[in-house]
């Protein structure tokens, strides 16, 4: 990790190592974490979401929330996974309640999460996918680097 900018980069070439960051997130996510998805159409925003329910525990299928803004799942904590793709400004979060999903109980997730940047606490981990080949993908993650290490404990080797 770099000390200064509190940024890790992880390189997966297939699905499988997608999800298995995913169940290694899972081990150590806590109330009140906030993951903010980035990427392109198809870099697998809901895949690693997916993922990351299931290794939580959610036993139901994980659809993305693309025209209810936000689904809730439980897991072993409740999980808020919102799509904002097609919210037309950030203000319009408000009517969902999105502070008090961010200050709540559970692990907020958020695809598309650069659209409502703004509203977006200090403290949040920040997940950048890229599409680098058919099944390979480069993931930059940033953010406080106590949350950091804390949720990738186990791909740096601690
Ligand atoms: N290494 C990988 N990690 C994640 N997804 C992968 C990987 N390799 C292949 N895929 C495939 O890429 C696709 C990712 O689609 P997904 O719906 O998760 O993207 P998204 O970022 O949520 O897109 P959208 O912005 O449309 O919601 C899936 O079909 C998935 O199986
Ligand atoms: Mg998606």
Redesign the pocket.
């Known amino acids: 990790m770099c000390p200064e900018c509190n940024e890790i980069t992880i390189t997966?070439?297939?699905?499988e190592?997608?999800v298995e960051l995913a169940s290694i997130f899972a081990e150590t996510i806590k109330p009140g974490d906030i993951l903010c998805?980035s990427?392109?159409?198809?870099?697998?925003?809901?895949?690693?979401t997916q993922a990351l329910c299931k290794a939580l525990g959610v036993t139901e299928h994980v659809t993305?929330p693309?025209f209810n803004i936000m689904n809730q799942y439980e897991g072993r904590l409740p999980i808020y996974h919102f799509?904002v793709?097609r919210i037309a400004e950030p203000d319009e979060m408000y009517e969902i309640g999105f502070d008090e999903y961010l200050n709540g109980m559970g692990v907020s997730i958020i695809?598309?999460a650069p659209l409502v940047e703004v509203l977006i606490p200090e403290d949040a981990v920040w997940m950048i996918?890229k599409t680098t080949g058919?099944?390979?993908?480069t993931i930059c993650l940033r953010g406080p680097s106590e949350k950091l290490g804390r949720l990738t404990h186990e791909v740096i080797g601690h």
């Open positions: 997966v070439d297939t699905l190592k997608t998805l990427g392109d159409l198809g870099a697998g925003k809901t895949t690693f993305s693309t799509d793709y695809e598309w996918i058919e099944t390979s993908r």
